[in-house]
């Protein structure tokens, strides 16, 4: 079972900045298709955004266009999401998993468990 580690989650006011790190100890992101998800209190895991494994393209829900980015340090085996000019409506535990439609799927489609997340609040 494939796990990752979510970071880089914290209390921001609304327009601020914060970047999230995913990464495992156990395999290696660069080989596969990783997506953030959120959950926000009482919703559904909501996909955020995805980046391909074959040619790296980005993918992101339009309630994020413009303000998040995705991106890979092979490097370092880590995933991270850029994420700027932050609303009250982005507040959610963020996760990040193996995706499994190529970031086709509308949603995205979670290939693993999820993981402990990291919680993202914006608030004045």
């Known amino acids: 079972q494939r796990q990752f580690v979510e970071s880089g989650g914290g209390l921001v006011q609304p327009g601020g900045s914060l970047r999230l790190s995913c990464t495992s100890s156990?395999?290696?992101?660069?080989?596969?298709?990783i997506a953030w998800f959120r959950q926000a209190p009482g919703k559904e895991h909501e996909g955020v955004s995805c980046?391909?494994?074959?040619?790296?393209?980005?993918f992101y829900v339009d309630s994020v266009k413009g303000r998040f980015t995705i991106s890979r340090d092979n490097a370092k085996n880590t995933v991270y999401l850029q994420m700027h000019d932050l609303k009250p409506e982005d507040t959610a535990v963020y996760y990040c998993?193996?995706?499994?439609?190529?970031?086709?799927?509308?949603?995205?489609?979670?290939?693993?468990?999820w993981g402990k997340g990291t919680l993202v609040t914006v608030s004045s």
């Open positions: 998993t193996t995706e499994g439609s190529s970031c086709l799927r509308y949603g995205y489609y979670a290939l693993d468990d």
């Open positions: 156990g395999f290696t992101l660069a080989y596969y298709t």
């Open positions: 980046i391909s494994v074959s040619d790296e393209r980005t």
